[in-house]
């Protein structure tokens, strides 16, 4: 993958950067993130790919433009009244293009894997993905222009195009050792030439688990799935999920029935479509993705918690491990210093893997949005097992992992994914 970064800026507008494809190895990775830490400190992706700093700003601004697009509906401010479908930015600014087409009887040809990961360029994603996760009702098919759109936009486009809806992110779920962290506060300080801040949100970020948040997130989407089942209407599948709940005496049973968990399933979409759930439970399934991002959001808090992090900020429940992801708005981490530089959110799709060991699971993402003919080149997209997904960069001190429904039809969410091909 060839960057040229002092020309990035001019090259890419209305587009989407992820940081995934660019996963340093397990040892070089672990700090942290998944509570094993000791290891080598992890990079930011512009420290990895000498990025300048204005290159990451534009790229920052041109991700909110495109998730203001997908969710709104709208064309961005600026955009041409004749710019096309809603998700599509105008071609004069825009270097991103919809991959082409591929054969429904193409096949795919083997990634290639190392350390964990299987990369490939998108067309032969595209090829796997018809053969593999396509099926509607049985039958194999061919990705949708509309699709192959979504999937343009880098690794929110994956999980944009397998879950059809854009991402919201409502249904979270996280893990906070709180014992660790008051243990880590009380015994040990600040580290030569650290700040308070920056040892509390050292202590924060290194209190995440994300494996247990993993964990409960497959928890919960299972008490969900059992629930659907022969439920035929939305209070039958309520009262099937609280039975669920009530025999595991699980903390979710008292949240509020206006909450995000109860209401999550009516608030999908594809629900209420009649090639979708037409308001028929049963006819959908609980699928899951993940997201990493930075918790210094709050514009006006302190300075400091925008650059090493707020300890407070997006904390889950301790009963339900509910995340609330209302003031997540895509804000990228604050330079603490000169020429430092951090993008600000990655994308993990997961589906409905049934595989038990977390580390066997797989994570599809992707590298960066599709521009064959711009400076970044063609999109390629990634394959990892859950150590490499959950180890992140430096710009993330946050992982959470969402729950969303898809149609019970639809393929996009197999129970194993096999990791490269064949």
Request: charged share 25%.
């Amino acid at each position: 993958m060839h960057l040229r970064p002092r020309f990035l800026a001019l090259a890419t507008v209305g587009a989407v950067i992820c940081t995934a494809g660019f996963i340093p190895s397990v040892s070089q990775a672990a700090g942290g993130s998944g509570g094993s830490g000791g290891e080598e400190e992890k990079r930011s992706y512009a420290a990895t790919h000498g990025l300048t700093t204005d290159d990451v700003s534009s790229i920052n601004a041109l991700n909110e433009r495109a998730l203001t697009l997908g969710r709104s509906g709208k064309p961005p401010v600026g955009a041409a009244p004749s710019a096309g479908p809603s998700f599509r930015a105008p071609r004069s600014v825009d270097d991103r293009e919809t991959p082409p087409a591929e054969p429904l009887d193409k096949m795919p040809a083997p990634y290639r894997a190392y350390g964990g990961r299987a990369t490939t360029v998108v067309n032969n994603y595209i090829r796997k993905w018809q053969q593999v996760y396509s099926q509607r009702d049985g039958k194999r098919q061919q990705m949708t222009e509309e699709q192959r759109e979504k999937l343009s936009y880098g690794c929110v486009g994956i999980t944009w195009a397998n879950s059809g809806p854009y991402p919201t992110n409502r249904l979270a779920f996280a893990y906070f050792d709180e014992n660790k962290y008051r243990n880590t506060l009380k015994n040990t300080g600040p580290q030569p030439g650290e700040t308070r801040a920056e040892f509390e949100g050292r202590a924060a970020k290194e209190s995440f688990d994300e494996e247990k948040g993993f964990q409960r997130a497959r928890e919960v989407a299972s008490l969900m799935n059992k629930a659907l089942e022969d439920a035929h209407d939305e209070g039958t599948y309520i009262d099937n999920l609280k039975r669920e709940l009530s025999a595991r005496d699980d903390a979710l049973l008292h949240e509020d029935s206006r909450s995000n968990f109860f209401s999550a399933l009516r608030n999908t979409p594809s629900f209420k479509e009649r090639d979708g759930g037409n308001h028929d439970p049963s006819r959908m399934k609980a699928v899951i993705y993940s997201k990493h991002f930075w918790s210094g959001q709050d514009g006006w808090g302190s300075s400091d918690t925008r650059k090493y992090g707020d300890p407070d900020a997006f904390r889950p429940d301790r009963g339900t491990g509910l995340v609330d992801m209302s003031r997540d708005r895509n804000i990228p981490r604050s330079p603490a210093g000169p020429g430092e530089a951090w993008v600000n959110f990655d994308y993990g799709w997961f589906g409905a893997q049934t595989v038990a060991d977390a580390d066997k699971t797989v994570w599809t993402h992707g590298d960066h949005y599709h521009a064959p003919h711009g400076e970044l080149g063609p999109m390629h997209v990634y394959e990892s097992k859950f150590r490499n997904w959950s180890a992140g960069y430096a710009d993330f001190d946050r992982g959470a992992y969402m729950i969303t429904f898809i149609p019970k039809s639809w393929n996009t969410a197999p129970a194993e994914v096999k990791q490269g091909w064949p």
